[in-house]
């Protein structure tokens, strides 16, 4: 248990489906994250939560749109997806979103597998 | 190019053998974190070293960081099939205004 909770863990959506993915975290943290993870790729950073405003988004397609109504809440919208964005999707979670000598660590949660058929 | 190097990408051994994998950076970081992470879950946080030539231990596994706080590497001491998984290494320098992953070792300990 890493105090990030995501939810679903699996989720299978056809192309043309709307669909959200929810993150929840219980650690008392500023910033979220979204990550992409797929077999071919290394872990990629998506978007960036501080104090509930977005400060990075890493060149996203709009097909994938994050909410951030309060620190301890993120989800991703997912609409109209494509079969190549099947992936694990992580969220995470840290003090700050900036790494620092006292130790700032990201904490991921479970991830969820999405397959986009 | 990644911020994070990591070595080996792959690594394959018998159950009780010893390995040790590498975090090589030419930056300075403030602070880097080790995570082991299995198929289909999320990165599991194993340690955070923040002090140029630290050493910690967690049961078999010892984690370095370098004296110029640029590189790291984690050794295990009589690995056992439970160690197979993905281990990353992340971390910013004080400059850095976001964290970065190395791409991976990915470990297959075999009975």
């Known amino acids: 248990e890493t105090g990030v909770t995501q939810t679903p863990r699996h989720l299978v959506m056809g192309m043309t489906n709307k669909k959200s993915l929810k993150c929840e975290q219980h650690?008392?943290?500023?910033?979220m994250y979204w990550y992409k993870q797929s077999a071919k790729k290394p872990l990629e950073l998506m978007f960036v939560?501080?104090?509930?405003?977005?400060?990075e988004n890493n060149s996203v397609p709009s097909r994938f749109s994050p909410e951030c109504p309060n620190s301890s809440h993120l989800f991703l919208h997912l609409h109209t997806l494509q079969p190549e964005d099947s992936a694990l999707y992580l969220c995470?979670?840290?003090?700050?979103?900036?790494?620092?000598?006292?130790?700032?660590?990201?904490?991921f949660g479970e991830g969820s597998w999405l397959t986009v058929v | 190019t990644q911020l994070l190097e990591q070595s080996p990408q792959f690594l394959s051994i018998q159950e009780g053998e010893n390995l040790t994998v590498y975090c090589n950076s030419s930056?300075?970081?403030?602070?880097l974190q080790w995570y082991r992470q299995e198929p289909g879950e999320g990165p599991v946080l194993l340690v955070t070293v923040v002090t140029g030539g630290e050493v910690k231990k967690l049961k078999r596994l010892t984690f370095q960081f370098g004296d110029a706080r640029k590189d790291s590497s984690l050794h295990i001491t009589a690995a056992q099939p439970g160690d197979t998984g993905l281990y990353l290494c992340a971390g910013g320098g004080y400059n850095f205004n976001k964290f970065y992953f190395g791409s991976g070792t990915k470990l297959n300990v075999k009975p």
């Open positions: 995470a979670s840290s003090q700050d979103p900036r790494p620092s000598s006292s130790g700032n660590t990201i904490y």
């Open positions: 930056s300075v970081f403030s602070s």
């Open positions: 939560y501080n104090f509930k405003e977005q400060t």
């Open positions: 650690l008392g943290h500023n910033a």
